[in-house]
């Protein structure tokens, strides 16, 4: 009886390695196994299926169950033998800027991921008061070009990563004010994705008077 794989929405010799041969069933054995490899990437992609299949029996067999699907899952439900996790997770990391200038926020991506990943940022004072020591919080930005090529965009509720991306730069301009305050800070919140939870961390962007 010959086997074979086929690309569902998993791709073949991407996600899944082809695998096609012969099971030969010496008398009075009643199964044969076949393996199909599985290629453990680290880029989010779902749960994705490929089919295998049987055909050409010999020796009158038929066949009555001749393909069965198999879902490749990355979000770390894929269970025994391995708990695979390819789920992005987004984090921000702590800046100081010196007083007038913009502070820029890096929003990363533990993994990346074949679909956009939106959230939500948000603002919140630390000992810096937004709209005094920073601009208005609803002149926060984000890039929409490249680290290289910057593209500012007022943000309107989300920001999306792109497929594929990785990171987002988030931009606020702090206030250049005459007066003797010492360090300040502020918090960035980025809140849940819409595709999934993210879970919401925060952190401070410090400037310096
Ligand atoms: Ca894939
Ligand atoms: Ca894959
Ligand atoms: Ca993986
Ligand atoms: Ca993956």
């Given amino acids: 009886m010959a086997y074979n794989t086929a690309s569902g929405t998993a791709t073949s010799g991407a996600d899944f390695g082809a695998s096609s041969g012969t099971l030969t069933f010496a008398p009075n054995v009643t199964s044969q196994t076949f393996t199909v490899a599985i290629t453990n990437d680290t880029t989010f992609e779902g749960a994705e299926n490929y089919t295998a299949n049987l055909s050409a029996p010999t020796g009158g067999a038929t066949i009555a ?25 987004l984090s ?7 007083e007038g200038a913009s502070a820029v926020f890096t929003v990363s991506l533990s993994n990346p991921s074949t679909s956009a990943v939106v959230f939500t940022p ?6 810096a008061t937004l709209g005094t020591d920073t601009a208005g919080a609803g002149t926060l930005e984000f890039n929409s070009g490249t680290v290289l090529v910057p593209v500012w965009t007022a943000v309107s509720g989300n920001v999306t990563i792109p497929a594929g991306a990785t990171s987002v730069q988030l931009r606020l301009a702090t206030t250049d004010d ?19 939870h993210y879970g919401c961390r925060h952190r401070h962007g410090h400037h310096y008077r």
């Fill in 65 to 89: 169950t001749g393909t069965v699907t198999t879902t490749i899952n990355d979000d770390g439900t894929g269970g025994p033998p391995g708990t695979d996790n390819d789920t992005p997770a």
């Fill in 92 to 98: 921000i990391a702590d800046i100081s800027v010196v």
């Fill in 122 to 127: 948000s603002l919140a004072n630390g000992t």
């Fill in 178 to 196: 005459v007066i003797s305050e010492g360090n300040e800070t502020f918090h960035t919140h980025r809140h849940s994705g819409l595709r999934r």
